[in-house]
């Protein structure tokens, strides 16, 4: 990707990575910890996440504790892998990944009662094996 490329994509996914900014800030001021992982901004150890493992909100990705960007999904297959096509999802929708995940979630949960799944269209790329940000 182009560095002028690089930058419109962070442009256009920006209003779903100050949602994500939004929900890690406080997580860092009790003592979650950051890195930066394939582009994004990761906080480790959010304590708000009990029964989460991550969510990705734009640029910002959020690992709860017992989970990290090295959690094995599949073989050869990590978390940080996974949570990475929904970046590039958010760079591709913009203003339109947040509503568009929740509703294929909530579509998904209705339909099979899970939020991941085939029936989430923004989840089937994700986690194919290997992930990509499409089915």
Do not use: K
């Amino acid at each position: 990707m182009t560095r002028f490329a690089r930058l419109v994509a962070l442009a256009w996914a920006l209003p779903a990575t100050l949602a994500g900014l939004a929900f890690a800030l406080p997580a860092l001021a009790l003592g979650a910890r950051a890195a930066r992982a394939g582009g994004a901004l990761a906080v480790l150890g959010h304590p708000w996440m009990r029964r989460r493992c991550a969510i990705t909100l734009g640029h910002v990705v959020c690992y709860g504790r017992g989970c990290g960007p090295a959690t094995s999904l599949a073989p050869g297959v990590t978390l940080a892998d996974h949570e990475r096509q929904h970046v590039r999802q958010a760079e591709r929708l913009g203003p339109l990944y947040l509503p568009a995940h929740l509703a294929f979630g909530l579509w998904a949960v209705l339909r099979n009662g899970r939020w991941h799944g085939a029936a989430n269209r923004l989840e089937r790329g994700p986690l194919a094996v290997p992930p990509r940000p499409w089915p």
